[in-house]
């Protein structure tokens, strides 16, 4: 912003300068054509001359510094997106799965560990607290047969 600040200030001072010079050498002779056409490239020099520092690698380079941080800013929420859906996932899972086991009156705290591929699914499982034999037993299968977690991938522990 300072810089068109300066810039809108540079032509100003420019079209004053030449105005007063118009002026002063009145409007007909030859040393009054001289003036407006030394005048007219001083000013035309003074509007372009800006247009030099402009660094074009610079200006074309700023859409593709958009597009890579567009890109990186979809990957972050992908990643959020991931992560919320595996919270969620997990979170159901162990639900689902203690309603079960209240179900057979067994009081426990589950664990749930997710796969981590694009679509997470339980793949291990740990228990903790007291169960009876029967319920154990039924548990196991439910989240073998069910749940689709192995009996090799459920952690009892208590």
Not at 16 to 28: C, E, N, P, V
Request: glycine share 6%; hydrophobic share 45%; charged share 20%.
């Amino acid at each position: 912003m300072e810089a068109i600040g300066r810039y809108i200030l540079s032509v100003t001072v420019a079209s004053i300068l030449l105005a007063i010079a118009q002026t002063l050498a009145g409007k007909k002779g030859s040393s009054a054509a001289l003036v407006r056409l030394i005048g007219g490239l001083f000013l035309a020099f003074t509007v372009i001359r800006p247009l030099a520092d402009v660094d074009l690698d610079a200006a074309f380079d700023t859409p593709w510094d958009f597009v890579q941080q567009g890109s990186d800013i979809a990957a972050q929420g992908e990643q959020i997106t991931r992560e919320k859906l595996q919270s969620i996932i997990k979170q159901r899972c162990e639900a689902y799965i203690l309603d079960r086991a209240n179900a057979l009156h067994a009081q426990l705290e589950v664990e749930v560990t997710l796969r981590q591929d694009d679509i997470p699914v339980p793949t291990a499982v740990q228990l903790r607290g007291s169960v009876s034999p029967y319920a154990k037993m039924s548990l196991q299968a439910w989240l073998s047969d069910d749940m689709g977690i192995p009996k090799e991938n459920q952690k009892w522990i208590g």
